[in-house]
């Protein structure tokens, strides 16, 4: 079964704070991996990696992947109070062209 | 920007009723998820649809669910006899890709559903 394990659970920053969020995976056959962002509702897609070592960067946010270690980290720079939600990562994998396996998120909480 | 919608935003239905819940995928996107995610826990994937037929389901996608795109832009997921532990937020994705891992894949804003 594949497993996709994120950490922290949950973080508590202050404005201005640089955060590293972490996903680690176990899955047969890895197609990509996904990071999204959960506010109130909907899953807003961040990135996609499918390559090793390659950094997406969107603003404050980038991510990277390590295929041989088995995990991305989520890096957001000069932390803004709109940061604080659930980020989730998910993983496309094995036999499967349209399941993504998610993890359980971290909730990230930016303090003024 | 399109976007995946979806409707209602919060149902509440009674155990033993049946339910649909509706989206909107975005409109040249060609492969269709639903996804569910009970209070606390991890968002579950349930089946997928392209090509007016299911893809692959999860175990949890059993004879209970069903799902339909009616018409060129709406698709449902039907529960046929809904159960207390249906209440969950469920979520609709759409791609336009799939296959070789490229399959970034965009959310609506959920459906609440409480079953009583």
């Known amino acids: 079964e594949d497993k996709v394990v994120q950490s922290p659970l949950s973080l508590v920053v202050h404005e201005g704070d640089t955060v590293t969020l972490n996903c680690s995976y176990e899955?047969?056959?890895?197609?990509?991996l996904l990071w999204y962002k959960q506010e109130k509702k909907a899953p807003t897609f961040l990135f996609m990696l499918?390559?090793?070592?390659i950094e997406k960067k969107s603003g404050r946010l980038s991510s990277i992947l390590d295929k041989k270690e088995l995990f991305s980290i989520l890096n957001i720079t000069a932390t803004q109070t709109g940061d604080s939600a659930v980020y989730l990562c998910?993983?496309?994998?094995?036999?499967?062209?349209?399941?993504?396996?998610f993890g359980k998120g971290t909730l990230l909480t930016v303090n003024p | 920007e399109p976007e995946v919608t979806q409707t209602p935003s919060h149902q509440v239905t009674q155990m033993g009723q049946e339910v649909i819940l509706r989206c909107v995928p975005i409109?040249?996107?060609?492969?269709f998820y639903w996804y569910r995610q009970i209070l606390g826990q991890k968002v579950e994937f349930l089946v997928s649809?392209?090509?007016?037929?299911?893809?692959?389901k999860s175990e949890i996608f059993d004879d209970q669910f069903s799902v339909e795109r009616p018409d060129g832009s709406n698709f449902t997921l039907k529960i046929r006899s809904t159960k207390l532990e249906d209440s969950a937020m469920y979520f609709c994705?759409?791609?336009?890709?799939?296959?070789?891992?490229?399959?970034?894949?965009?959310f609506g804003p959920g459906t609440r559903l409480t079953v009583l």
């Open positions: 994705a759409s791609s336009n890709r799939a296959g070789s891992g490229y399959n970034e894949q965009f």
């Open positions: 899955v047969t056959n890895f197609r990509s």
């Open positions: 499918t390559s090793s070592g």
């Open positions: 998910a993983v496309n994998s094995g036999g499967s062209n349209y399941k993504l396996t």
């Open positions: 409109s040249n996107h060609l492969y």
């Open positions: 649809f392209y090509n007016n037929e299911i893809s692959e």
